[in-house]
């Protein structure tokens, strides 16, 4: 390998064997707490939803690339193992300065796992181009800044504690593309990006995993569980319907599209992750559910061609228009919805509070996505200094390069 690039033999074991000593670390002084550990065997299945989304769900559902399947499970399991220890040590150093209460159990657990979630929508964006040593290093600024963001919206926007997590949808997907915005494009004659009819497969896979798992990590934190599991579950079935739809609507041949399937049977859930446990008739959430969809392969076919050339966004797995643009929908949605409950409800006439409860509910979603937009930014630009030196793009979308591989692949 030539000098130039950087050694990772030299530098992942190293750096993973830093940042475990330093989760170690938690193991001797966070554990004086341990007889107030909570834990429900009620609430343990559900967990197990969630670690079943995250690891095996989005593992093989950012597997759509023919060459780069090794990276793509392999690395997504790395960042959530290493991302969860970071995320507790972070809800730990937040409870030692009196910022947040932060016990040790499941329910702490099951946060760590939940914010992961941005992190591996980023990881999606900048799939194949980025080394193990800079996705490491993403993942852990990310983290660290998603649980600033969760603070100001809770302290200052008042938003509450079941909500905060849901804005990972809006944050990975905006962080993603602002880091890849900052990577060199791939020549034009690379064909290793594309994916071929098995990985579409494994990555079809994954989205049936995160599918069949997603009422759980929308209702897990949910004071109304039930309501949350059956909103939840109808916006994905007219979501998963109306992707079929669509796709034969707008394909020039009338035949389904493997990439729409992937993406848009996601919608609903994204755009319920606000609203699941407020909706009251089932009709608002299979609304929800079609327009999710709807908004998701429309903006594939607008975005692809009209915005992401201009604007250098090289979304290897359409995490803006598979989480990004149903999040703001459901944001959207969210505002709408309460709006609606105060004023028909609780016969809300007093217009200067209402006004002041939409500024709150806007400016969260708003400081989630301009904080994500610049914090991405900067981390793309901190991605590409020599210390931590991007492989050629040649050398992207290809497991050979990081992977003992003894023949050569033609299937991933």
Known sequence: MPSRYLSFRCSVPWLLLLLQALFLSRAFFAFPGADDIYFSSEFYPVFQDVNHMVIFGFGFFLMVLRRYGYSSTGFNFLLIVLGVQCSVLVDDLLAVLDIQYSGFGVESLARAVMSMTAVVISAGAVLGKANPVQLIVMSLVELIIFHGSRYINSTYLQVPEPLLLMHGYLFGAYFGLAVTSRFPEHPPGLDKHRSTPKSELFSVLGTVFVWVFWPSFNSILAETKQQAVLSTYLALAVSAVAAFMLSALTSKDGKFRMAHIHSAVLAGGVTLSYTAEIIQYPWIAMILGLLGSVISILGSHCLQRCFNPPLKLQDTSGVHFT???????????????????????????????????????????????????????????????????????SKYFDDQFYWEFPHLSVGF
């Open 323 to 393: 989480f990004g643009l149903p999040a703001v929908l459901g944001a959207v949605a969210t505002v709408v919805l309460q709006v609606v409950e105060k004023v028909i409800a609780e016969h809300q006439s007093d217009l200067s509070s209402l006004g002041y409860f939409i500024f709150l509910e806007v400016g969260a979603f708003c400081q989630t996505i301009s904080t994500a937009l610049i914090t991405g930014l900067i981390t793309g630009l901190i991605l590409n200094i020599k210390l931590l030196k991007a492989v050629h793009v």
